[in-house]
């Protein structure tokens, strides 16, 4: 398995422009998560999904932000417009049904989001 | 909600010693505990984790120590190596399944040769 995809890898966009950025899990997994990271604040969770359904959205920042989840292969993370403010990097992960063992999620490489 | 809190936030070593990150947390629900190192331009990737009912889990050069308790635990690395430098995230998870973790700030850490 290729592990979680991310696209793209980096996006340079000016303030007021639409962003999506888009996410490949592996397949197989049921749990998919949006993560933001700066410095300033960390890792923080944005949203996370269940079986294509979103469970938990009370990270997203406000409602310039959205997410989808049509089918189990594909995610997606809109900003609208975007702020200078939204610039970090965006990870997505996501992880298998909790078995017997562990519940590891796997990172994507992340897109680095620059908004001028 | 759970609230993760981590320290120190920059560690220095000499090659070859020991370093001891620190978190706490606040949830008493929370039964799973990862630790995530994070490379200079890479992905958070698992080290090591434990679960509630253990008390401490070892991984070749690195361990990890849970009190239930004083709800905080740790994570040891011993004779530290240049690739060691990283960032190590904590996090604590509520649940055994659909985990929502809750990460700690992050700790730098430098290996010094």
């Known amino acids: 398995d290729a592990g979680v995809i991310q696209s793209p890898r980096h996006e340079v966009t000016e303030m007021g422009q639409e962003v999506t950025l888009r996410c490949k899990p592996i397949?197989?997994?049921?749990?998919l998560f949006w993560y933001r990271q700066t410095m300033m604040r960390g890792l923080e969770l944005l949203i996370y999904?269940?079986?294509?359904?979103?469970?938990?959205d009370s990270g997203m920042p406000e409602d310039r932000f959205s997410a989808k989840m049509p089918n189990a292969s594909f995610s997606t993370l809109k900003i609208q417009p975007s702020e200078p403010r939204d610039s970090a990097v965006y990870f997505c992960?996501?992880?298998?049904?909790?078995?017997?063992?562990?519940?590891?999620?796997?990172f994507g490489p992340g897109t680095r989001l620059t908004v001028l | 909600g759970e609230n993760v809190e981590q320290h120190p936030s920059t560690l220095s070593v000499q090659e070859g010693d020991s370093a001891v990150i620190k978190c706490t947390y606040s949830?008493?629900?929370?039964?799973?505990f990862p630790w995530y190192k994070q490379e200079l331009g890479k992905r958070p990737q698992l080290i090591i984790d434990?679960?509630?009912?253990?008390g401490e889990k070892k991984d070749q050069r690195i361990a990890v120590t849970l009190n239930k308790t004083a709800k905080h635990f740790s994570l040891h690395i011993t004779e530290t190596q240049p690739e060691d430098s990283a960032v190590y995230f904590c996090?604590?998870?509520?649940?055994?399944?659909?985990?929502?973790?809750?990460f700690g700030p992050g700790t730098r850490l430098s290996v010094l040769p």
């Open positions: 999904f269940n079986n294509n359904v979103p469970i938990d």
């Open positions: 397949s197989g997994h049921d749990y």
């Open positions: 434990i679960r509630s009912n253990v």
């Open positions: 949830d008493s629900a929370s039964n799973y």
């Open positions: 992960a996501s992880s298998p049904l909790a078995g017997v063992t562990y519940n590891e999620q796997f």
């Open positions: 996090a604590a998870s509520p649940r055994n399944y659909g985990q929502n973790f809750v």
